[in-house]
């Protein structure tokens, strides 16, 4: 069992439409991060939430942590291709040794133009 | 570009050898990552340094593998005797140790096959 559980597992849309991707653990976190990863590359950082209820807002992208600080949710609007990719959440657990990161199973997404 | 990187970023090697990877990471980031990520799930923490510390390591990190850290800057990681089980991309981070939290960036990985 996951200590950051993240769902869908797979998403396929059409370019246009608008996603949801959701990491939930029964955990509290001081932090977490959402990162996006290509095929064969590293993840690459895409947002650090730290404060409970906190929203920010990449473009198209928007993440929130929840008030808990135990869930967070990427949404995505107006998907487009080049958003296509295995988006994870990553957190770091309360006095977590070194800050290191807890990560979700990923969810993969795909946009079909 | 002076993001993280990892020294080979392939490696295909036979049952029972011996393979060395190497990260460099981001330049003044006291703090250094190894996680390893099996095929369709999320990475998983290894070990990690804080300058040339070796501070914690997952009971992932069996014996057979060892981490070094030696002046503070680049990292090793071993791995003797490999199985297929030891399959996968290994992902180093760096960052800045925060209190409650750090901005980890991580390097393009290296895939290691066992045949």
């Known amino acids: 069992t996951q200590l950051l559980e993240q769902s869908p597992q797979f998403l396929s849309i059409q370019e246009g439409e608008n996603l949801t991707v959701y990491c939930n653990s029964s955990?509290?976190?001081?932090?977490l991060q959402w990162y996006r990863q290509e095929p064969g590359e590293g993840p690459v950082l895409l947002v650090t939430?730290?404060?409970?209820?906190e929203v920010k807002k990449l473009k198209r992208l928007t993440f929130q942590f929840g008030d808990a600080r135990k869930d967070s949710s990427l949404h995505i609007t107006a998907a487009q291709p080049g958003d296509t990719g295995l988006y994870l959440c990553?957190?770091?657990?309360?006095?977590?040794?070194?800050?290191?990161?807890?990560f979700g199973g990923g969810t993969r997404v795909l946009v079909k133009p | 570009d002076t993001g993280v990187s990892q020294d080979p970023r392939h490696k295909i090697t036979k049952r029972g050898q011996n393979v060395t990877f190497r990260c460099d990471p981001i330049?003044?980031?006291?703090?250094l990552y190894w996680y390893r990520q099996t095929l369709g799930q999320g990475p998983e923490f290894l070990t990690y340094?804080?300058?040339?510390?070796?501070?914690?390591k997952s009971r992932l990190l069996s014996d057979r593998f060892s981490a070094e850290r030696p002046k503070g800057s680049f990292s090793t990681l071993e791995i003797q005797r490999t199985e297929q089980g030891d399959s996968a991309m290994y992902l180093c981070?760096?960052?800045?140790?925060?209190?409650?939290?750090?901005?980890?960036?991580f390097g393009p990985g290296t895939r290691l096959t066992v045949l």
């Open positions: 990553a957190g770091v657990m309360i006095k977590a040794a070194g800050n290191k990161l807890t």
């Open positions: 981070a760096s960052s800045v140790a925060g209190r409650y939290t750090d901005t980890q960036y």
């Open positions: 330049s003044e980031h006291n703090r």
């Open positions: 340094f804080q300058n040339e510390a070796q501070l914690e």
């Open positions: 955990s509290v976190f001081s932090s």
């Open positions: 939430v730290v404060t409970g209820g």
